[in-house]
């Protein structure tokens, strides 16, 4: 009988496997879509869970490292009933770019719908906003995360007025006494910045608040949308009938009442 592996066993020998592919040819250890699916398939996972799998890891964003007042990136997530179609995804993006501001940029990518928003100063992007809807067969998941550089440049400024208004500090400190001043100076130093640290903490949990309320008005509202339909206007001339068809629901932030056009059926 041929020896049967554990799936610790079956993980250490692809790792294995994969070292010494790299030795051999070079290689790093990327593989396509397919090459995961295909060995997801000997695992016994299908191909449409990994393209799953896959879309949610592309979506992550990377971790990034922060300084001591920097502003921690801001994330919320939830879900939403039924996977989201365009109709959906027009009145999303209303809610997005009416409650986070400015249109953004919006993209489709499979089950994946994307839509960011970034915030210019003098060339350089001090803050951003992304959301991301995954649809799957019977339901959706809305992320929405914010980023922000304030803090960064709230410690070049620190830093700077620190360094500026050095000397100064020195002389008061040292016509207060030799030892008193210096730790007065430090010790009222660190509770600046501590108190700075627990203002943007505070600053980050609000915010987070208000994104997860934001995901939860999503959810209550796109049943309402997806139960809409288009409405049919019959005229009393049998050979023409007038439909009325909805705008675009991207243009101008909202939806207008619609165009009509006349068909003939003679």
């Known amino acids: 009988m041929a020896r049967q592996f554990t799936d610790a066993e079956v993980g250490a020998i692809i790792q294995k496997a994969t070292e010494l592919h790299e030795k051999e040819t070079g290689a790093g250890p990327a593989l396509s879509l397919s090459e995961v699916e295909h ?19 592309a979506s992550a964003p990377a971790p990034t490292r ?8 801001i994330r919320a997530a939830g879900s939403l009933p039924g996977p989201v179609g365009d109709a959906e995804w027009g009145h999303i993006l209303q809610v997005l770019r009416r409650h986070l501001g400015g249109a953004g940029e ?4 499979g089950n994946v719908r994307y839509w960011h928003r970034a915030v210019m100063d003098m060339g350089s992007e001090i803050a951003r906003v992304d959301a991301t809807v995954t649809s799957y067969e019977d339901s ?8 922000s550089a304030l803090g960064r440049i ?11 208004g050095l000397a100064t500090v020195l002389a008061v400190a040292e016509s207060a006494g030799p030892g008193l001043g210096i730790t007065s100076v430090l010790v009222g130093g660190g509770l600046g910045l501590s108190a700075a640290r627990l203002t943007l903490a505070a600053s980050a949990r609000r915010a987070s608040r208000k ?11 796109v049943p309402s949308v997806a139960s809409e339909e288009p409405a049919v206007e019959t005229a009393l001339d049998a050979t023409t009938a007038r439909v009325v068809i909805p705008e675009d629901p991207l243009s101008a932030g ?9 068909r003939d059926r003679s």
């Open 39 to 57: 060995i997801a398939s000997e695992m016994g996972l299908p191909a449409s869970v990994v393209r799953r799998a896959a879309a949610q890891v």
């Open 66 to 73: 922060r300084g001591f007042l920097s502003i921690p990136d």
């Open 106 to 109: 919006a993209e489709t990518v």
């Open 140 to 147: 959706a998941r809305m992320e929405v995360s914010r980023s």
């Open 154 to 164: 709230l410690t070049q400024i620190i830093g700077t007025a620190a360094g500026a």
């Open 211 to 221: 994104l997860q309320d934001l995901i939860a008005h999503v959810s209550q509202s």
């Open 254 to 262: 909202t939806v207008p009442g619609g165009r009509q056009q006349t």
